[in-house]
């Protein structure tokens, strides 16, 4: 994926959003058609986010999606169709998604403009990350209720302690529920805890190795903390976050307390321009790490990054990580 600055790459403290706001409306050019026509069936719908309360009279139908997860949940609920745009991938797209992703007009690398957003006619932005919704940037929730566009932020960034399974089946079902489309997001939901509950049936009587997880940093360590969906898929694939009482989804901690810690495994998240090499050669080349388990034995595992996000790669990354932590044993 592209660099992202630190402050901004996971944007790890929500933006206040203690605002109320009714959406009941949008731009002319996108929700005009609509107006006047009373409730589609099964609206108006609404829904408490982040903060924000949206009521739906009818499914968006120009949305504009900012950040991997968000684009590939769309896509995965099959509303390519309702897309008028989206921004700023973490990686490549799943390649069961590319056909309808390469329909879609991409705004921009990054995030886009407010200009290039609203040049799109949203009536609806979903924002993975918080620093989707910059206020300096004039893509704030607020101000685009006032341009009649509602918005969604992934609840990985304004949940209240532990992201889990339970804030993931809820991240679908009110996507699903808001799109119109709730038997698809009933069939998502079903799939992944199935995928998911075969991995933590095969690894429920392993030992689960102490799991440090290297994203980057020198000075001290950019790390997944207790509080995102990276440290609940350590957890189902049969491992233990050693940095689980860090109150946050990402944050920085001292070498010593790696060292102290003494994990047996380190995940590196692989993404932008630094190399899962590279990564490495910094923990094995810096002797002070040398008695550190994981770094004495070598033992790294790796997941993109885009799959330690709440989306539709959870239970990927719960599979894979799972055979990583707890190979099968070659055959006799």
């Given amino acids: 994926m592209p660099s992202y600055p630190r402050a901004l790459l996971r ?9 109320t706001l ?46 991997q997860h968000a684009t590939e949940l769309l896509l995965a609920l099959g509303l390519e169709d309702r897309m008028a745009g989206t921004a700023y991938l973490d990686d490549a797209v799943l390649p069961a998604y590319r056909p309808a992703y390469d329909k879609i007009k991409v705004l921009a690398k990054e995030y886009p403009s407010k200009e290039v957003l609203l040049g799109a006619n949203p009536d609806f932005v979903y924002g993975g990350y918080s620093s ?23 609840v990985e960034y304004c949940t209240d302690g532990p992201v889990g399974l339970n804030q993931l089946k809820t991240e679908i079902t009110e996507v699903a529920r808001t799109f119109g489309v709730p038997e698809r997001g009933d069939r998502l939901i079903a799939d992944e805890q199935r995928r998911i509950d075969a991995v933590t049936a095969r690894v429920k009587d392993k030992a689960k190795p102490g799991v440090f997880v290297y994203d980057s940093g020198d000075a001290s360590a950019f790390t997944s903390g207790g509080n995102g969906i990276g440290s609940e898929i350590i957890s189902l694939a049969g491992g233990t976050n050693v940095f689980a009482d860090l109150q946050d989804t990402f944050g920085d901690v001292s070498w010593e307390k790696v060292i102290e810690r003494a994990p047996e495994v380190v995940l590196i998240y692989d993404y932008g321009g630094t190399t899962v090499e590279a990564k490495k050669q910094r923990l094995l080349n810096d002797p002070a790490l040398a008695r550190v388990p994981a770094v004495k034995n070598r033992r790294f595992v790796v997941l993109p990054l885009s799959s330690a996000v709440l989306g539709v790669r959870v239970a990927d990354a719960v599979e894979s990580l799972g055979s990583q932590l707890h190979p099968d044993p070659d055959p006799a």
């Fill in 11 to 19: 944007a790890l403290v929500p933006v206040p959003l203690l605002i």
């Fill in 22 to 67: 009714a959406a009941c409306g949008g731009p002319p050019g996108a929700k005009g058609a609509a107006e006047g026509a009373g409730a589609a069936p099964g609206y108006p719908y609404t829904v408490a986010n982040c903060g924000v309360s949206s009521t739906y009279q009818v499914p968006p139908r120009r949305a504009v999606t900012m950040n």
């Fill in 132 to 154: 989707a919704f910059d206020k300096a940037q004039g893509r704030d929730r607020e101000g685009l209720a006032k341009s009649g566009i509602d918005s969604r932020l992934s």
